[in-house]
């Protein structure tokens, strides 16, 4: 919800006006945490009161509470002084939308949903209001997404919407009025309230999308309703299950990657990885024809590798916050696959970086192949040669780590996560 006022041109008095606002929503008490900045609190007036002041100074004043419990509700509250149409800024968020649609909460939490709004508007002017799913919003075309003081105009019709006065006035309040919904009430100030069902959960369904379309076109008579179904049925199929066929040995990091982009590209995401699979490891030869050690110290050899390489890893990995590199699991390995290709270091990094990280990737991936699969070290004076004897194989980590920082999709080709599951086939086939 946005609206033009500034409560705090009161002082404390209109900053407790808000506080009370919150606190009269029902379920507020499950608001127990409050976050400004970094800093994360339990919630009291008290500690609103002492953020307030820290901040009050600068103009700008944003907060959040949240629930420490499941499921999720996080409210966002942000004030600016020098915002004329939206100083005061107030967001709801309930997480995952599946509770929305739990059988018998779905009437609950749209009478709460409702109750907030409309207490809103008998205590705040309003300039403009939504209600509806975040990631089917993050697809459309309205500005808000990206910036929530932009210019506030009817780029789309959600399930829930709240037009101030001026926005009413400008589309005509007999037009507004008139919108096919099903509820349109006027609110204190001059505002309108609009409902385009009855509940949010089935705000994908065919339904849901032909009323969101007649209501938006009902505004905005210069567009067509067959181009605005289309537009909503395009970010429907979103929302429809797809399956997955990903390749087993690179799964891990595929997902990874699907659940990074999010919901809105998911199912592009899936269709690509379904028909993804990577190049065969070629990175190992017979055990026989490997060749033996030439290093001076072999122990002292694989103590480089091991101590001094692979921690290199462990905290370049700690520094781009990727912890799981530390564990002794599959799902290490894929964490660190998903960031060196996320990150794109294979393209991002110059010929000397790779130079670098090369010793540090192949010695963790060895150590995998050591600890887990009992493999020993076999140390060369070149590292590419140095080898992992696991069975009848030798198996080259440090190769397979110059192949996989190549280029900007090297890391999924060439994969930690591949490279170990065939080395584990090879002893284990049965896993």
Known sequence: MHSPAYPVEQGAKGFEKILDFIESMEG???LDTLLSGKRRRKYSRKAVREMFLE???EGHTSFALECSNAPWMGLWISLSEKERSGRLFVSLSLSPFSIVRQPGAVEDHTRRILSWVRNFASLFPVTYGFGHSSTDFSMGTNPLAEDPFAPYRVDEVYWLNVYG??????MGRERVLST????VEELPGGAVLLLTRPTPADFDSEEARQAQARALVHLRPELKLETTLETLHERSRVFVPIPVHFDEDVADILHKKVAFEGLENKRRMVERFNLYRPPPVSEWMPAQQAPAPDVEDVKQAIDTYERLYAEQLVALMHSQKVPEATEGTLEALAA????????G???RFSAEEKEALIPALGAWLGMYLVSALGGQWVPRRKLEESAVRVGDRAWLPFLRARHALQHGEAPLDY???QFFRQARRSVQPAA
């Open 28 to 30: 507020s008490g499950s």
């Open 55 to 57: 901040q009050s100074s």
């Open 165 to 170: 006065p001026q926005m009413v006035s400008e």
């Open 180 to 183: 096919p919904a099903s509820v």
């Open 336 to 343: 660190v696959d998903f960031a060196l290709w996320h990150l």
């Open 345 to 347: 270091w294979g393209e």
């Open 415 to 417: 994969s930690c996560s």
